[in-house]
């Protein structure tokens, strides 16, 4: 069965550091997207991209994040400048073009900022 | 008003018993209706999906909405130890692609 991957599984990363996470959506997949989960929280919409550009964002997103698609598979979340708030789960997710609002997640990518 | 709510639990109930899940949310958009598990620092997996109103059944899985009332609900039928999980509700408006609002989830223990 088809799966949304991540990686890393855990990144560790000092403050004021960039990082990118990296997903790989579902082969047939169209939408894509980025939530987070602070711990103990609920997970939390970040940003939605469809035909190569962002279709909706969140106030989380603000300038020192941004996501790209440099190929035909992999789908990033970069953050530019990390901040203590930013360790949290980061999760990817796509959904097909057809059909109900179905989003598939990957396993997730635990940040944490020193 | 928090725009989704679900009580945190824990909910423990013994192997075998219904598994009673629920949430309420106040957008009157939302058209989507999900539910996910989700175990200890993993991903959210899908479970079920409605759209509108009505019922849904899948195996032991059984997903109510109820637009009117702005009320969700999972039942769990013959529940086992696996099935301990945390269960989140999601929903999102009409419109393909639209984010998905989650509640904080349902931490669920069954017991053998």
Known sequence: EPEVTQTPSHQV???GQE???RCVPISNHLYFYWYRQILGQKVEFLVSFYNNEISEKSEI???QFSVERPDGSNFTLKIRSTKLEDSA???CASKGLAGLNTQYFG???RLTVL | QKEVEQDPGPLSV???AIVSLNCTYSNSAFQYFMWYRQYSRKGPELLMYTYSSGNKEDGRFTAQVDKSSKYISLFIRDSQPSDSATYLCAMSAEAAGNKLTF???TRVLVKP
């Open chain 1, 107 to 109: 396993p997730g990518t």
């Open chain 1, 19 to 21: 990082v990118i996470l």
């Open chain 1, 61 to 63: 997103f603000d300038d």
């Open chain 1, 89 to 91: 789960m980061y999760f």
């Open chain 2, 103 to 105: 509640g904080g989830g």
């Open chain 1, 13 to 15: 990363t000092q403050m």
């Open chain 2, 14 to 16: 013994p192997e075998g």
